[in-house]
């Protein structure tokens, strides 16, 4: 063993160098095991020692040889291979750099968990009356210079803290080991769930991001040289195993929350790509949510219960029909949770189609779907019944209390083997017009310039200008069906004429919707109120695109595409399941709240210089405000981040290694 009177530095980042020389028509070459140090004039390399002619190996071998020999100098045993000590090579290493340079290596421990040091440019020695690095329970008394004392290496905290309390409480470290994921991925991955959850960027960005929080004190994980490859082979890792992941959470959610598995809410969306995404075939233009028809885009297919817990998603092409998803959905859904007769899919109208209705059933499944609205026009005489109406109450949404609560007006009616649900929203009514007259008026505006054109001769041919047209009635589909547009080609006169009858037969139909049922159980409140909880999915959208900022998708392969929203969907369980801890205590707040609370907890290193010239630094996280003990109370998280780290240390004049 060394003598561990000796200086001590703590050193990271080596590599080994090949170095050539000609002497007398020779060529020799030399290893040299090296160190990066940043320096005031950049980042440069430092000579550790030479290590002589060592037999040939490749790259990755030279690179696992001096992570040994660095791990060793620190006593950093990694997690896979920390066999250095029976190691002659690494041994025999270790000798030359005693030998050549002085250097020496001690163990390190923090709060029971390795973890390596940072660059450290001053030689140091041991105060032999206290352990280098140790926690001590019992109180101390020292001389602290006043004027000296200082913090550094801040770090936020809280949310990152709530966070990892949530996701050991959905035991998603067990259920990515029992994916056969090995410890650095499951790090990995819940740093890059935290980002997705707090304050999400690009796998480029990613990496400043989490060297920025106390994610390494936390987790036990050294960032300092995390850099966006590493995330990227990480998702690699992580593509094959989500069925699993995905599979194992839901069931450990039902049983932790007590949640219901009787009704399903499916629901679409889309996300769009920054580029052209060729290398990914899901890549299509299509129906664009988010109105970018510009840019290729992917459709994400979504199943949650009642709570509003994802249970499984589908990644489908950017132009594939809503009504197309619906059986590989059932699919899926079967193959994660498990179907069973008499459970209710709910869907919305881009699904209400015959054989989509006859797919549920034929699994034995139940169905409660709006209706489309050619189908509904079929009831405007029941509609415009004022007769057997009943209130029912909309609730307001339980993150956005300042919304009014709005009275709906149902009725049920009965139609062979299905029953009809008729309701009737003042509000629904109000936004159904405002929405037709912003749509119309552009309409009238577009006509005008195409009237414009064909009567000053810069539109003359027919054909083109029926190709007009038909834009037209593709942009403003909703309104262009009150209109009659002709062109006379005799007359050569561009001809519109407002169809006043259909126009107000929608006027009487705003606020009116259709639903249907095969399920006769139901009264027309329960009915509603079922439908009603499809804006739970629709939440889940909402929230996966603008806290999560899942949109828009950087990635070109489709692997990596699919793993990205995965990273996103697994945020939303936390995001989920923090809310539905708060909701079932009366606490209505959001996450988004929750999280700009808790960003002002933060773990800090508070370095007190003494009078006898030595420093003792204690990195621990800052004692928490009633605001933050309020969110931890609510949430069942434990206040305390970490255990307090202590360390004596007492600084030397610098001295010249050569």
């Known amino acids: 063993m060394l003598d561990k009177s000796k200086k001590i530095v703590y050193i990271v980042t080596m590599y080994v160098k090949k170095t050539k020389r000609k002497y007398k028509n020779k060529t020799y070459q030399n290893y040299m095991l090296v160190e990066a140090i940043h320096t005031k004039k950049g980042p440069r390399q430092k000579v550790i020692c030479s290590l002589g002619d060592l037999h040939p190996r490749s790259a990755k071998e030279w690179l696992k040889l001096a992570h040994k020999v660095e791990d060793a100098l620190v006593r950093q045993g990694n997690l896979f291979d920390n066999h250095y000590e029976d190691d002659p090579e690494v041994q025999q290493i270790l000798n030359k750099i005693q030998s050549q340079s002085g250097f020496e290596y001690q163990h390190q421990q923090q709060a029971g968990q390795v973890k390596k040091k940072e660059n450290i440019n001053v030689n140091i020695d041991v105060d032999r009356d206290h352990d280098h690095d140790r926690t001590s329970d019992s109180d101390e008394i020292i001389s602290v210079v006043a004027d000296k004392v200082y913090t550094e290496k801040e770090r936020?905290?809280?949310?990152?803290?709530?966070?990892?309390?949530?996701?050991?409480?959905?035991?998603?470290?067990?259920?990515?080991?029992?994916?056969?994921?090995?410890?650095?991925?499951?790090?990995?991955?819940?740093?890059?769930?935290?980002?997705?959850?707090?304050?999400?960027?690009?796998?480029?960005?990613?990496?400043?991001?989490?060297?920025?929080?106390?994610?390494?004190?936390?987790l036990g994980e050294d960032f300092s040289s995390l850099c966006e490859?590493?995330?990227?082979?990480?998702?690699?890792?992580?593509?094959?195993?989500?069925?699993?992941?995905?599979?194992?959470?839901?069931?450990?959610?039902?049983?932790?929350?007590?949640?219901?598995?009787?009704i399903y809410l499916y629901d679409l969306t889309s996300t769009y790509f920054e580029g052209e995404a060729l290398a990914n075939f899901k890549a299509r233009r299509g129906y664009s949510r988010d109105k970018r028809p510009d840019c290729a885009q992917v459709v994400i297919g979504l199943v949650v219960n009642r709570d509003g817990f994802p249970l499984c998603h589908e990644i489908f092409e950017g132009n594939r029909l809503d009504r197309k998803t619906l059986g590989a959905m059932l699919d899926t859904l079967d193959a994660r949770v498990g179907l069973s007769k008499g459970q209710t899919i709910v869907v919305d109208r881009g699904m209400s189609y015959d054989d989509n209705l006859e797919?549920?059933?034929?699994?034995?499944?139940?169905?409660?779907?709006?209706?489309?609205?050619?189908?509904?026009?079929?009831?405007?005489?029941?509609?415009?019944?004022?007769?057997?109406?009943e209130p029912v109450i909309r609730p307001v949404s339980p993150n956005n209390l300042s919304q009014q609560k709005t009275l709906v007006n149902v009725k049920l009616k009965y139609l062979e083997d299905e029953v009809h649900v008729l309701c009737l929203s003042e509000a629904r009514k109000h936004k159904d017009r405002g929405i037709?007259?912003?749509?119309?008026?552009?309409?009238?505006?577009?006509?005008?310039?195409?009237?414009?054109?064909?009567?000053?001769?810069?539109?003359?041919?027919?054909?083109?200008?029926?190709?007009a047209i038909g834009r037209l009635k593709e942009r403003y589909p909703r309104v262009a069906r009150y209109y009659k547009m002709e062109y006379n080609s005799e007359e050569k006169k561009f001809e519109v004429e407002r169809d006043e009858e259909r126009l107000s037969k929608a006027e009487k139909l705003d606020g009116s919707y259709l639903l249907k049922s095969n399920r006769k159980d139901l009264t027309a409140e329960e009915a509603w109120r079922i439908y009603s909880l499809l804006t739970r999915a629709e939440n889940a959208f909402r929230n996966m695109k603008s806290p999560l900022e899942e949109r828009p998708i950087f990635h070109q392969l489709g692997n990596r595409v699919d793993t990205h929203i995965f990273l996103c969907i697994l945020a939303y369980h936390l995001l989920v399941a923090i809310e539905k801890t708060l909701l079932d205590k009366q606490v209505h707040t959001s996450w988004a709240t929750v999280r700009d609370i808790l960003s002002t907890h933060q773990i800090s290193t508070v370095v007190l210089p003494t009078s006898d010239g030595s420093e003792l630094r204690i990195r621990q996280a800052s004692k928490p405000e009633p605001q933050h003990m309020k969110i931890y109370d609510l949430l069942g998280v434990d206040p305390n981040i970490i255990k307090p780290v202590k360390t004596w240390i007492k600084k030397k004049k610098s001295q010249n290694r050569d």
Not at 202 to 210: K, L
Not at 229 to 234: G, I, Q, S, V
Not at 242 to 258: D, K, P, V
Not at 361 to 389: M, P
């Open 359 to 389: 797919e549920i059933k034929s699994r034995g499944l139940n169905y409660i779907v709006a209706t489309r609205q050619s189908e509904r026009d079929q009831w405007l005489w029941q509609f415009e019944a004022d007769e057997d109406y």
């Open 229 to 262: 490859d590493t995330l990227y082979r990480n998702l690699d890792h992580l593509y094959p195993k989500r069925a699993m992941i995905e599979s194992a959470l839901a069931e450990n959610e039902r049983t932790l929350f007590n949640l219901d598995h009787t």
């Open 436 to 467: 037709r007259e912003k749509k119309e008026k552009k309409l009238l505006e577009d006509l005008r310039k195409l009237q414009k054109r064909i009567k000053e001769g810069k539109l003359k041919k027919e054909a083109k200008i029926g190709e």
């Open 156 to 218: 936020e905290a809280g949310a990152v803290h709530a966070g990892i309390q949530f996701w050991h409480k959905l035991e998603l470290d067990k259920i990515l080991q029992d994916a056969a994921l090995n410890p650095r991925t499951r790090r990995l991955t819940c740093a890059m769930v935290m980002n997705r959850l707090i304050s999400p960027k690009s796998e480029h960005a990613m990496p400043d991001w989490i060297r920025n929080t106390a994610l390494d004190d936390i």
